[in-house]
């Protein structure tokens, strides 16, 4: 039992505490003996992120500091940052490992040691973060938040993360080295984060904060991921669309400093499995990354909440109807909660608009399918524009049409080459030509104008045998039938005997001339 442990600091390391435990007893060239204190034994490993052991550690330290293994494992270690995302069974063995004196292959079922995604080789620290604990506390400690792979900023600063000269996994497995007994440079880097780098580092910090975090099985993740492509209509299909979400993701990623986790654009990326069946964890910042881009309003709680709806590979094996009734209706309950918040805050928005926000569509879209009858009593009502209707006054509408006609009549009576002059043609060239056409029982004069003035077939092609006459006159030659026909373009089958005798009016008339 230990007489004396150092009081735990905010966002602390295990491995911090006790390496500020070799300094304060005056042991720090002595780790064996440090070792000896905390553990029980000289062969423990110093294991900065994962440790084991932590069942004996509790019960040294408990006269003094009363605490148990699954606080040490939620607030001292980076096991949050792991065990959301395997299954089950991975995360109970790596559990018990860290909490028995047998933790040899921890990072290897973890994923770690396999993944392409390089953990950290040395300790981090934020020049500001340790300034302000020299200030208040007299001290410097390693902060779990500085040590979490891929992220290199500190979201409260603003600054980048500096290396230290430990190294993250030392050669010198039994010696825990303080963050006070390195040197440390006070060069600030600022960096700006944009709003996604931002809430990726958020997701992370939410990680760690989460108390009491269990696995959530490979079927809930899979389900989960299938019903994100299907609520942000990245469906081909029956198919998820795979080239969507790689070109949402891009999106979002590209040119920001986690753009060297994004996948490649292949059948064989880590975007591809994850939108499919589970079969193996992904490294965290893969899921973030994801979230990050689909559900960038959401937090941690909203994320497991939603991943907690869905059942586990035991209760899909079961085959319980009332499972499945029961996930339906806590699914729906959240939804109809989330929509009504929506319509709440927006109160003079209808559903048009609403459905443009970043959320609105994809509830929306669920409500939909799943709970119409509820969606339509709980929506905004359609909302008639306040339109300035009048009675339209017909009379002078119709006198208005009769002087446009008679306009166009006398343009076109001087062209010798024009369209017939059909009652259709004469209403398309009128103003709101389709009114005209609906409410000629309302326009008498209008419609008589049209009967008398139109042109039906023959009189056009009289027309076309007249214009035929002038030209040949013109060219100086023999006014005959078939010039005639030729010129005016009309087939033989249309040479009635009112068309023979109007030609020999033409020719006869033109003789008489001569």
């Known amino acids: 039992m230990l007489a004396y442990f150092p009081k735990a600091y905010e966002d602390e390391l295990l491995y911090s505490m006790i390496a500020r435990y070799s ?22 490993v110093a294991i900065p992120d994962l440790p084991s052991n932590l069942e004996i550690f509790s019960k040294k330290v408990n006269p003094v500091w009363p605490v148990n293994t699954s606080t040490l494992i939620d607030n001292y270690t980076l096991a949050n940052l792991y065990i959301p995302f395997l299954s089950e069974q991975q995360a109970q063995k790596i559990l018990s490992s860290m909490k028995s004196d ?39 400690y390693w902060q779990r938040k500085h040590q979490l792979p891929c992220i290199d900023v500190c979201l409260t600063h ?14 010198q497995k039994h010696h825990f080295h303080a963050a006070e007994s390195t040197g440390k440079s006070k060069c600030i880097s600022p960096t700006l984060l944009l709003a996604s780098e931002k809430k990726l580092v958020s997701f992370c910090y939410g990680l ?6 269990k696995p959530f099985s490979n079927n809930r993740w899979s389900m989960f991921y299938q019903k994100l492509a299907i609520d942000f209509h990245m469906i081909n299909g029956k198919y998820i669309d795979h080239d969507a979400i790689y070109n949402q993701l891009h999106n979002t990623w590209f040119n920001t400093r986690f753009a060297q986790y994004l996948p490649k654009n292949d059948s064989n990326s880590w975007l591809i499995h994850i939108f499919r069946k589970h079969r193996k964890s992904f ?36 085959g319980s109807i009332s499972v499945a009734k029961q996930t339906t209706a806590k699914n729906t309950n959240v939804q109809r909660k989330f929509w009504l918040e929506l319509c709440n805050n927006h109160p003079d928005l209808g559903i048009k608009l609403l459905r443009k926000f970043s959320n609105g569509g994809s509830l929306y879209a669920w409500l939909y399918r799943h709970d119409r009858d509820w969606l339509n009593d709980n929506s905004p ?40 002059i059909s009652k259709t043609h004469l209403i398309k060239q009128l103003p709101t030509s389709n009114s005209v056409e609906k409410h000629l029982m309302d ?28 030209s040949l006159e013109e060219l100086n030659l023999p006014i005959q039938e078939w010039r005639l026909l030729r010129l005016a373009s009309i087939r033989k089958e249309y040479v009635t005997e009112d068309i023979k005798n109007y030609i020999l009016s033409l020719t006869s008339r033109m003789e008489v001339v001569a």
């Not at 760690?208 to 975090?213: G, H, N």
């Open 443 to 470: 326009l008498p004069k209008t419609t008589k104008w049209l009967e008398m003035n139109q042109e039906n077939k023959v009189a056009y092609r009289k027309f076309r045998l007249r214009v035929a006459c002038q």
């Open 102 to 140: 047998f933790g040899g292959n921890i990072h290897t079922r973890v994923g770690i040691t396999a993944s392409s995604i390089q953990a950290n080789k040395y300790f981090r620290y934020c020049p500001v973060c340790s300034i302000e604990q020299e200030n208040s506390l007299g001290e410097t």
């Open 23 to 44: 300094i304060h007893t005056g042991q720090q060239e002595n780790q064996k003996a440090v070792i000896q204190d905390v553990f029980g034994k000289k062969t423990a």
């Open 208 to 213: 760690l904060k989460f108390k009491d975090i």
């Open 381 to 420: 009502k359609s909302k008639r524009a306040n339109l300035n209707r009048y009675k339209r006054d017909y009379l002078m509408w119709d006198e208005q049409n009769i002087s446009l006609l008679q306009e166009y009549i006398k343009n076109m009576a001087t062209l010798k080459k024009r369209p017939r």
């Open 158 to 171: 603003q600054c980048k993360l500096i290396d230290s000269k430990i190294s993250f996994y030392s050669k």
């Open 283 to 318: 490294h965290p910042i893969r899921h973030l990354m994801v979230w990050g881009t689909f559900l960038s309003d959401k937090s941690i709680d909203d994320v497991f909440s939603m991943v907690f709806e869905f059942p586990t590979e035991k209760e899909c094996k079961k």
